[in-house]
């Protein structure tokens, strides 16, 4: 594509992430045979023509179950993948653009924390070795700074007093501890995208909300956009200005959190919010989810993809795909009868 052509040219200012009809398809892995024979490839179509914005400062929720495409998306969104098709701007810029060293440098500004901090840190480098790392990279020649300038965000991030923590390695401290580090590690570089992906899931219950509400603070504090991967709708609640609903590599739904969570229009969304766990449990039972595993995305259903599980599924859903459509201000809903739940 030419670059006078790119989406990116245009995009608005306000966003610091512009996804545009993104699609990721890995080539299923067949036999010798196969491949001498010629046979057409099938393909995995984990992303499948997403597309979405991010506004400066906000959190975006990307949501759905396990296999719905979500940390495909990150990865896409980060530059650690290239798309199939489609396009990813940030700030403005198509990362198609770039050479392997310009998306380096460009890397500074988004980091990423993972799920698992005991498999995303280094077991025989030391905290603040690794919490300094980024520094290193990017920053090599203000070696002598990157002490203070390490143990001042292990302080941002509670891990005090810093010089304990220094020279401490991973399984010297608890696992809540661990994300703190490598949420340090991942604002070294005074980043302006944080991909969280399930950053709390392997997190003990008991320090959930305390990494959740130290997110929060941190984005105000240093001006972070977010954008925040989850199957979980629950902590989603807790953090999302905006949050998209996926199934199957697409996009069901997307708009303002309290508009989702309040007038969910889409069947799938329903379904995902009745099975939340309310705290009072005599107030409303937890409904299953629907019947049905989710199908599998080397051959997804035709049409509708969820019309396989939907309750409300009718003969058009088979047939034909629905858009995603605005059916209240910024709400966007891919339904061909979300008109029923308004
Ligand atoms: N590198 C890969 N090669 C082949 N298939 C992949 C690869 N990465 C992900 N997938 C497949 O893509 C789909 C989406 O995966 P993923 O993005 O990890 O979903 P989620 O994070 O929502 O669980 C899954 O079916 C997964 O098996
Ligand atoms: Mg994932």
Known sequence: MKKEQSPCIQADWDNLVEVHNLKKWFPVQTGFLDTMLSRSRDFVRAVDDVSFYIRRGEVFGLAGESGSGKTTIGRLVIGLEKPTEGTVCFDGTDLSWLDNEELRRLRRRMQVIFQDPMASLNPRMTLGDSVSHGLKIHYPEKSSAHRDLTMEIMVKVGLTPPEFFYNKYPHQISGGQRQRVVIARALITNPDLILADEPIAMADVSVRALLLDLMVQLKDELNLTYLYITHDLATAKYICDRIGILYLGRIAEVGDLREIYAY??????????????????????????????????????????????????????????????EMRPGHHVACHFAEQFL
């Open 264 to 325: 969910p229009l889409h069947p799938y969304t329903q379904a995902l919010l009745a099975a939340v766990p309310v705290p009072n449990p005599k107030e409303r039972r937890t409904q299953p989810m629907p019947e049905g595993e989710i199908p599998n995305p080397i051959n997804p259903p035709s049409g509708c993809r969820f019309h396989p599980r939907c309750p409300i599924s009718q003969e058009i859903c088979s047939q034909e795909e629905p858009e995603l459509r």
